[in-house]
């Protein structure tokens, strides 16, 4: 079940590294072309699978806070400007938390 999410968002990753680098409006208009019916799809998706694993609890608390926050999640289909994840800003971090757990060694 959870490879098939995983899958649906590997496509939203496919879909965005299509039109990644162009303009703001362009990107706005060809995610509501090809990215929102991805996640329309993935939305169906974590509906009907929070019925079915009942007996799975950390799985349902996954899909629960998927869909508590779906709202915050889909905000980048309306606005260019926003990137689809946060990987740039992860990025830019990294670097200052390795450096500080390599230094509390010395």
């Known amino acids: 079940m959870a490879h098939q999410e995983l899958q649906q968002i590997a496509n939203i990753y496919a879909v965005e590294s ?6 703001a409006e362009h990107r706005r208009n060809q995610r509501q072309l090809e990215t ?3 996640l329309k799809k ?6 009907a699978a929070l019925g079915k694993i009942l007996a799975k609890p950390p ?3 996954a899909i629960g806070y998927s869909l508590s926050n779906w709202r915050a999640l889909v905000r980048f289909l309306d606005d260019g400007q ?3 994840d946060n990987n740039i800003a992860g990025r830019s ?7 500080r757990k390599e230094y509390l060694h010395f």
């Not at 299509?18 to 303009?23: K, L, M, V």
Request: hydrophobic share 40%; aromatic share 8%.
């Open 93 to 99: 971090l990294r670097g200052r938390t390795l450096g």
């Open 18 to 23: 299509d039109f990644r680098g162009q303009s």
């Open 59 to 61: 799985m349902v608390q």
């Open 36 to 38: 929102r019916p991805v």
């Open 82 to 84: 926003i990137e689809a």
């Open 42 to 47: 993935m939305d169906e998706w974590l509906q």
